[in-house]
């Protein structure tokens, strides 16, 4: 969906997403996926689990990639139609001498909305708040470096329509990527980057069939646009879902299975 998923963030990787949404399952999810970034270049995997009751849940989730893993411990609460929701991180490197760790912090909160015969979700998460710092160690001399300071406004909004249920979905995301330097004049101009993600979805039975773009930078001059494509099957307890997104540096397929009971 174009990545477009703050106001969803269904299943198990609502740890990354926006924490808050964990108390929209009250059940218990388990599942993994493995992403092949831009032809290759570059392969992540992740696992994770969620457990859910109504208006209290929880998650965690490993992400592991050849330059770094991030583990993730989520918790939310909810009351009525809104949830709130926490997430810390903690980032670690090892390799050729070298190492690094960091500790982060993500916050997030969900409003659901009845309309009509719609639901429209709001949410707005705010992720590596004050820019994580990660130290490095093994260089020769002390080192440091930050996570951008991301913030994402989401909606989402399912309804009724042709063929069978229909959501579609929009972020708006900015972000910070490192502190102000001492001094430093136009440092918004050098540092924030305001960009967009649209998708949607339409269920048909046990399959889903999913399109979106992401990648819509409002601060440059050109607009990367990428075209993202996806499918999902739904049988008995188990989700299998399938993702591609064209970019200029090649395609990146995403593959992951859930089970929940």
């Known amino acids: 969906m174009g990545g477009a998923f703050t106001a969803i963030a269904e299943g198990v990787t609502g740890a990354y997403w926006n924490p808050a949404a964990l108390v929209q399952t009250p059940s218990t999810r388990l599942g993994g996926g493995y992403e092949s970034r831009f032809g290759g270049l570059s392969e992540f995997q992740y696992l994770g689990g969620t457990l859910g009751t109504v208006g209290v849940g929880g998650g965690i989730l490993i992400v592991h990639s050849e330059m770094y893993d991030a583990y993730f411990v989520s918790g939310a609460g909810g009351v009525g139609p809104f949830s709130l929701g926490i997430t810390g991180k903690l980032y670690s490197f090892v390799g ?32 590596d708040i004050g820019w994580t710092t990660i130290r490095w160690d093994g260089l020769g001399y ?52 305001i960009s967009s993600r649209l998708g949607g979805e339409l269920w048909l039975e046990a399959v889903v069939i999913r399109t979106g773009i992401t990648g819509l930078d409002f601060a440059s001059a050109q607009v990367p646009a990428q075209l993202t494509f996806g499918i999902g099957v739904q049988v008995l307890g188990v989700t299998i879902d399938a993702a591609w997104v064209a970019g200029p540096l090649g395609f990146t397929y995403l593959l992951s299975a859930e089970f929940y009971f």
């Open 96 to 127: 050729r001498g070298q190492s690094a760790r960091g500790i982060g912090f993500d916050a997030g909160g969900l409003y659901r909305l009845q309309v009509r015969d719609a639901q429209l979700c709001v949410a707005l998460v705010s992720s």
């Open 142 to 193: 002390p080192a440091i470096d930050h996570a951008a300071w991301v913030t994402r406004l989401g909606m989402a909004l399912t309804f009724a329509g042709p063929f069978g249920p229909w959501r579609c979905a929009a972020d708006l995301e900015v972000a910070l990527r490192r502190p102000p330097y001492p001094g430093e004049e136009e440092y918004l101009a050098r540092a924030l980057q």
